[in-house]
């Protein structure tokens, strides 16, 4: 079956222009995560979710960046205003809930942002 | 919280030689342990994990990791690699309970020279 499909793969935006960046997870899997992998570093967590409710948000930045899963499939993670700093790979990852024990995390291809 | 440490940023090694990528953690709380790889213009994989059990875990191509809880490790390592090995190996942690957000490693770029 497909995979996490995430769109579009590569992004190149002015600073101060808002981007809109999009993740559809495998069918079936009610848990998607966003991570941000900056040049020479690993994957860094960035929020989550289970069905449509934001389950943790801790790992956004700041308050230019929001994400949202209306109907508990596809998401959308948002950045206004962008910066330089911004530019990452962002990617997305979707499981089987998971209330305990372990759900394996597939991952998208990513979007690469760079900001100007 | 948790952390991930892969001292080795870039590995290179002749075809058919071993190799072993290295990987520590730091947790206050008990962790599952995981390799994931990044082939060139692909996502990330999931190589190998260790939840329980044997504390050694192997993959379906030839790579096996140990988990070391009084070290604090989980190297993984292969005994003779492939050109097709060549990748980016991320090592990864992840809470047994509560949040399952995973933490990664800055990850190894593994290259293999013919």
């Known amino acids: 079956g497909a995979g996490v499909s995430q769109s579009p793969r590569y992004k190149v935006t002015k600073r101060g222009q808002d981007v809109a960046l999009r993740c559809d997870p495998i069918?079936?899997?009610?848990?998607l995560y966003w991570y941000r992998q900056a040049l020479g570093q690993g994957p860094e967590f960035l929020t989550y979710?289970?069905?449509?409710?934001?389950?943790?948000k801790s790992g956004l930045p700041n308050d230019r960046f929001s994400a949202e899963r209306p109907e508990g499939s596809i998401s959308t993670l948002t950045i206004q205003r962008t910066e330089q700093r911004d530019s990452a790979m962002y990617r997305c990852?979707?499981?089987?809930?998971?209330?305990?024990?372990?759900?394996?995390?597939?991952f998208g291809p990513g979007t690469r942002l760079t900001v100007l | 919280a948790q952390s991930v440490t892969q001292l080795d940023s870039q590995v290179p090694v002749f075809e058919e030689a071993p190799v072993e990528l290295r990987c520590n953690y730091s947790?206050?709380?008990?962790?599952?342990l995981f390799w994931y790889v990044q082939y060139p213009n692909q996502g990330l994989q999931l190589l190998l994990k260790?939840?329980?059990?044997?504390?050694l875990v192997e993959s379906i191509n030839g790579f096996e990791a140990e988990f070391n809880k009084s070290q604090t490790s989980f190297h993984l390592r292969k005994p003779s690699v492939h050109i097709s090995d060549t990748a980016e190996y991320f090592c990864?942690?992840?809470?047994?309970?509560?949040?399952?957000?995973?933490?990664f490693g800055t990850g190894t770029r593994l290259t293999v020279i013919p």
């Open positions: 990852a979707s499981s089987y809930q998971t209330s305990s024990g372990y759900n394996e995390q597939f």
């Open positions: 069918s079936g899997h009610v848990s």
């Open positions: 979710f289970n069905y449509e409710a934001q389950q943790d």
């Open positions: 947790s206050s709380v008990s962790v599952y």
């Open positions: 260790y939840l329980s059990g044997s504390t």
């Open positions: 990864a942690v992840r809470r047994v309970s509560g949040a399952n957000n995973l933490f």
